[in-house]
């Protein structure tokens, strides 16, 4: 995806630390079937795939199994059958090219900002105490959350936390990014702004998205394409291709109708997945 937005003035110190891995990755989901504990299936042969640097959203009722999928694309849970790759690796929860940013940010409160965004470093050993600083400093200045590395996570408000738990995934530089409905609990103004920011960060950064919601507005305002779940074991029920013109400004975007026709479209399919249930 290229969003057309411009860079931030951190932008360069991030780059900076930006390596091979900088950029999207692909993925696809080949025949995969999964049910908990062998009961009711969730999937049977599902397929989804993405191209690198593609943003999709993810919607469908409650119980079509979207945090299923991100859990069986980040190697969390193993499908039963068929097969799930990254840049054509079989995914494990391991790779470098994978991050995941849950419902709520799971901040630790007995860390600062900063050593809960350089944990991740910490655990990789994989560079000396003063550069997970600096890189950790770099991925906060990407949120806009550079004056707040010394605050504690009670300290923060509900929009500056996810915002950190952002830089904590980000700094890892994943290359597929997991997003489990990131901003539901915020309040409508404090969505939007993230909701915009986010698209920065995306065209700053290219990483492929795959982000669940329930919002349909949402979906349409960041996607690329909406992927719409039946209810389980159905898979995938629809697919919709998002040709709003980048970059994209909430207020300016929802004026135009081609916004309310792919919102409605989308609302009278999950209306038929629904009424057909």
Same mark, same amino acid.
């Given at each position: 995806m290229d969003c057309g937005l411009p860079t931030s003035p951190s932008s360069s110190r991030f780059g #900076? +630390?930006? !390596? $091979?891995r900088s950029g999207g990755a692909a993925f696809h989901v080949d025949g995969v079937g999964f049910a908990y504990d062998g009961a009711h299936p969730v999937f049977r042969s599902l397929a989804l795939s993405a191209r690198p640097g593609e +943003?999709? #959203?993810l919607l469908g009722p409650s119980g079509c199994g979207k945090t299923t999928l991100l859990n069986l694309l980040s190697g969390f849970l193993p499908p039963d059958s068929g097969r799930i790759t990254i840049d054509g690796e079989t995914v494990t929860p391991e790779m470098l #090219? %994978? !991050?995941y940013v849950f &419902?709520?940010?799971q901040l630790f409160p007995w860390l600062d900002v %900063? $050593?809960?965004? =350089?944990f991740g470093l910490r655990m990789a050993g994989r560079l000396p105490d003063a550069d997970q600083r600096d890189k950790a400093m770099a991925a906060l200045a990407l949120v806009g959350l550079e004056a707040a590395a010394g605050k504690f996570p009670h300290q923060l408000s509900g929009g500056m936390q &996810?915002?950190?738990a952002l830089a904590r995934a980000l700094v890892l530089e994943p290359r597929l990014l997991l997003m489990d409905e990131p901003f539901a609990a915020l309040d409508a103004i404090t969505r939007a702004t993230l909701n915009e920011e986010l698209l920065r960060l995306c065209g700053q950064l290219g990483q492929t998205v795959l982000f669940i919601t329930h919002d349909v507005e949402e979906a349409v305002f960041l996607a690329d394409r909406v992927v719409l779940l039946g209810i389980a074991p159905a898979g995938i029920h629809s697919e919709l291709t *998002? $040709? %709003?013109? =980048?970059?994209? =400004?909430l207020r300016e975007t929802r004026r135009l109708q081609r916004f309310t026709t792919l919102t409605d479209t989308l609302l009278e399919? *999950?209306?038929a997945i629904v009424a057909a249930a």
């Open positions: #900076a +630390f930006s !390596g $091979d +943003f999709v #959203a #090219a %994978l !991050g &419902q709520s940010p %900063l $050593d809960n965004v =350089r &996810q915002r950190v *998002i $040709d %709003l013109p =980048r970059p994209r =400004r399919r *999950i209306s």
